[in-house]
């Protein structure tokens, strides 16, 4: 339902925290689930946006 979040934020969102959220979404990555998009600020820090990976298909092919 929120695509384009942090890791941190997807952390706050659903309680379980950054860390717990990161290591999962390090799975999602490897299994070609999502992918990772562009970086912004979360609290001082920059982090990469997640992305599931059909979006980001979808997206790059109205690009073309």
Same mark, same amino acid.
Request: proline content about 3%; charged content about 20%; aromatic content about 8%.
């Given at each position: 339902?929120?695509p384009g &979040? #942090? ?6 969102? #659903?309680?379980?925290?950054h860390d717990? =959220? $990161?290591r +999962? &979404? @390090?799975?999602l990555k490897?299994l070609? *689930?999502? =992918? *990772?998009g @562009?970086? +912004? *600020? $979360? +609290?001082?820090r920059? *982090? =990469?946006t $997640? $992305?599931p990976?059909?979006?980001? #298909?979808a997206?790059?092919s +109205? &690009?073309l």
């Amino acid at each position: 339902d929120h695509p384009g &979040l #942090t890791a941190g934020e997807i952390g706050e969102f #659903t309680g379980l925290g950054h860390d717990r =959220v $990161w290591r +999962r &979404l @390090s799975d999602l990555k490897n299994l070609g *689930q999502i =992918v *990772q998009g @562009s970086a +912004r *600020q $979360w +609290r001082g820090r920059a *982090q =990469v946006t $997640w $992305w599931p990976a059909i979006m980001a #298909t979808a997206q790059q092919s +109205r &690009l073309l």
